[in-house]
Structures are given as structure tokens and as C-alpha cells.
């Protein structure tokens, strides 16, 4: 979900397209394709803010000092102009290029989740989080979700997502 998630400039993009600039669908493509987009926007964004909110809401199960912090949350700026300009930059709806599309997307989906890019994802920026790679007393390397600016010197309780990829608690 976080991987569908990161793509929704790219879906409201499209969906604008649909809606505005696509005069020659017939309406049963014009409400297929609508609805997709919109399922597509949607149910990840609810799914990831639900997930963030429970995860977040849960009292830490471990504690880390924080000894040292980089901020990623930028370099969604560099995901952003690298491949959703690209997509939106073709005539989408052929057969081709929706078939190219789905192509590429599993590819990407496959190295964003197996390389932890977690970090890379435009809507959870919006909800005012940060992602932060940090190294802490037990871990060097660890990646965590958190809603501060800085991590830096500071004793947290975080809750394990999936390995190597954690979420501060707020509790």
C-alpha cells in the first residue's frame, strides 16, 4: 500500500486527464477509468493514514536513543520529477502504454519495497511526517517515521513496521 500510496500525484494527474482532457472515451471507458484512478487514490491513502494513525497511536515497544539523524523526506522531491513527470508526459491511454505502465510500476514496486524506499511517498510528507535514517545505541542503521524535525540526541520509543523501518510513538 505504501508503494500504490507514493504514486498519488501521479493518480490525481491522470485523473484530471480523464475528467478534462479525454474527449474521445466513450462513457463506459470515461467510468471505468474514473473509478479505477479514484480506487487507486483512495483505498491506499485511507490504508496508509489508518495504518500511520494505529501504529503511531501504540506505546513504543522499544526504546532508542537516537545518536545519529538524516533527514530523508526531501528526496521525494527528486521521485517526483524523475517518474511521475516522465508518466504524465505520454498519451496514457493506449493499450501500449497502459501495458508498459503496469510493467514498469511492478518493477518499481518490486526494488521500492526489497530496498525499503519507504521514505520515498509525496502523501505522507502532506500528513506532516519526516522520514529519518538514524543510528541508535543498538542499531546503525535504522529508518524511522516521525513527526519531529530532528531526531538527534533524543530518547524515543518507536514500533517496528517491517525490518529496519520504524515509526515513533506518540504515546
Known amino acids: ?29 470515461f467510468y471505468l477509468a474514473t473509478i479505477t484512478l479514484l480506487c487507486f487514490i ?4 485511507v490504508s496508509v493514514y489508518s495504518f500511520i494513525r494505529n501504529t503511531e497511536k501504540i506505546k513504543g515497544s522499544l526504546k532508542a536513543k537516537i545518536t ?3 533527514d530523508l523526506t526531501g ?7 524523475t517518474y511521475i513527470i ?14 508498459m505502465f503496469g510493467i ?8 521500492y519495497v526489497r530496498s525499503h524506499m519507504f521514505h520515498i511517498n509525496p502523501f505522507i510528507t502532506i500528513l506532516g511526517f519526516k522520514f529519518h535514517r538514524a543510528s541508535t545505541e543498538v542499531d546503525n542503521d535504522v529508518n524511522i517515521l516521525s513527526r519531529r524535525t530532528s ?10 513496521i517491517t525490518e529496519g523501518f520504524y515509526i515513533e510513538s506518540t504515546v
Not at 75 to 81: H, K, S
Open 151 to 160: 531526531l538527534y540526541d533524543k530518547e524515543i520509543r518507536i514500533n517496528k
Open 104 to 111: 514498469i510500476i511492478a518493477i518499481f514496486g518490486i526494488i
Open 68 to 70: 545519529k539523524n538524516n
Open 1 to 29: 500500500m505504501f508503494f500504490i500510496n507514493s504514486f498519488i500525484p501521479l493518480w490525481i494527474v491522470l485523473l484530471v486527464q480523464v475528467i478534462f482532457f479525454e474527449p474521445n472515451f466513450s462513457q463506459t471507458q
Open 75 to 81: 528526496e521525494y522531491a527528486i521521485y517526483l520529477i
Open 86 to 99: 516522465a508518466f504524465i508526459s505520454v498519451d496514457f491511454f493506449t493499450e501500449k502504454q497502459i501495458v
Open 42 to 45: 483512495i483505498i491506499p491513502a
